[in-house]
Each structure stands twice: as C-alpha cells, then as structure tokens.
C-alpha cells in the first residue's frame, strides 16, 4: 500500500509570507502530498484571513486545512499537534514547512520523485552543508551555526549539518511512541529531536537545501538559545537515558488540540 504524505505548515505572524509559502504547492508538488494542514499557533496578525483569501481565489489539488491551535503552544507545540494528527490518520511520513517563507518545497521534490527519502526515518533539509544557499543569512550566524552543529555531532555521535531548518520530513512510524512529547515546546524543540533521533538509533539523512532571509521576524534570542542549546547537549551527553526520560517543559501541557476553522473545497 502506497505510504500517503502530509504536510504541516506551523504559522505565527506570517501574514506577509503565507501566500508566499501556499503558492509552493504546485500539480507537481501536490502529486506527492495528500493533504495540507496550516496550524496557526495564535496568531496576533491577519494570518488566518490571508490563508482564506488565497485558498478562495486559487484552486490547490489537495485538501488544505486550516486550524488553530486551543493555546498558544510554541513551535514545538504545534508540532506536536501535527505529529498527532498524522499518526491518528494513519500518514506515512509528515513534511514540515515553516509559514515564513524561508525554505522552499522544490528542494525537497527531487527526493519526492526518486523516492530516495524512504530510506529514512528523519531526512532533513540543511543549510549548512554542500550545495545549499544562503540568501541574506549573516556569517557571524553561519559561524555559530557550524560550531554548534560540530559540538552536535560529537555529542550525538553522526555527523549533523543542521539543528533545525524548516524544512524536515519524518516517518511517522517513528512518532507514534510520542517519544518526543516531553520536549520543549519553543524553539529548541528541533535540537530535542535531533538528539532523540542520536538515542533512539533513528536513520538520519540531510539534504541541502535554499534558504533566503528578507521580510521575516526572528523569534530567536541568540544569546539566551545559545546557552539553553550547550546546557541541553551536555546533560544530553553526561546522561542520556535520564534526558530522554525527564520532563523539559516549563509547561506540562496535558492534550494539545486545534480545531479546523477553515478548509478548502478540494473533494479529492
């Protein structure tokens, strides 16, 4: 039986890149994905009507569904409403895309086509790696980028060429433990992942991918992330069973849910 696809598109303030990242799904793309979910994570700007706009004026080849988030969770937690919603419905593997319009689709077509992403549990886009682009990405940051994934890879003993870039794809056998529920729900969320991936003995592959920085708003704060990322790794690595068992959330949220509150007329 052919293993479907979904992809998840987390979204917070993108309301000038959206329409940007929904313009990605081509005939060519759609061939590959079953279905679309948008998960708005709160939004304080005008995200979810510019969703609605673009999904009542172009006609998508897939069932694209819109929901919002019962709380505001973070990043890692509308993630976790994603991976849920993928094992629910049986979903063989779930392509994550962020609503910012940094990554692009097309770079993750070609493995689409070939099917060479089946070898994979966690087969993730990279910037930092032979062949990608970095497009308006400072290199005191590339820099900083490196180091942590060198310290990464010695922590997790394979070789890493990006914590957390938003474009990842995931087999959703690998999700239905919920190994990753007690990880931080902000934007660490992606390091946790790796280094579960490190312990878990998962098949881990990287692709390069295009990255471009113009009109999005950072929600890092590099100085504090950075020592958070170094503390983690190192408990990590000083005791990894314990890491993988403990409770990272400063917030113990007990049932992440969303409700659909828009869908376009696709049947399918």
């Known amino acids: 039986m052919k293993r479907r696809i979904l992809l998840f598109i987390p979204m917070y303030n993108c309301e000038k890149q959206i329409k940007r990242v929904l313009a990605q799904l081509s005939n060519d793309v759609c061939r590959y ?24 004026s172009h006609q998508i080849a897939v069932k694209v569904r819109l929901f919002r988030n019962d709380s505001n969770y973070g990043l890692g937690g509308s993630h976790k409403v994603a991976f849920d919603y993928a094992v629910t419905h049986k979903y063989g593997y779930v392509i994550v895309l962020h609503g910012d319009d940094q ?4 770079d993750l077509l070609p493995y689409l086509k070939n099917g ?9 886009g990279a910037r930092f790696m032979r062949g ?3 497009q308006g990405y400072s290199k005191f940051r590339t820099f900083g980028n490196v180091v942590y994934n060198i310290l990464f890879s010695i922590g997790c003993g394979f070789k890493i060429y990006d914590l957390g870039s938003g474009l990842n794809m995931y087999k959703t056998d690998i999700l239905k433990d919920q190994f990753y529920l007690k990880y931080k729900d902000n934007l660490v969320f992606n390091y946790c ?27 890092v ?6 020592t ?20 990272h959330r400063s917030e113990v949220i007990e049932s992440y849910s969303a409700k659909i509150i828009y869908e376009n007329q696709y049947s399918g």
Not at 116 to 124: H, I, M, P, R, V
Not at 228 to 247: G, I, N, Y
């Open 228 to 247: 958070t990322v170094l503390r983690l790794l190192a408990s990590f690595v000083l005791h990894k069973k314990k890491f993988m068992e403990a409770e």
């Open 103 to 106: 990554g692009n689709l097309s």
């Open 33 to 56: 994905i079953h279905e679309v979910i948008i998960v708005n994570n709160r939004s304080t700007d005008h995200g979810e009507k510019a969703v609605r706009e673009y999904l009542e």
């Open 132 to 134: 990608s682009k970095l």
């Open 221 to 226: 704060k590099m100085v504090r992330q950075a």
């Open 116 to 124: 060479s992403y089946k070898k994979f549990d966690c087969f993730l």
């Open 193 to 219: 992942m790796v280094m579960g991936s490190a312990y878990y003995k998962h098949k881990v592959a990287f692709f390069p991918i295009v990255w471009k920085e113009d009109d999005q708003v950072s929600n």
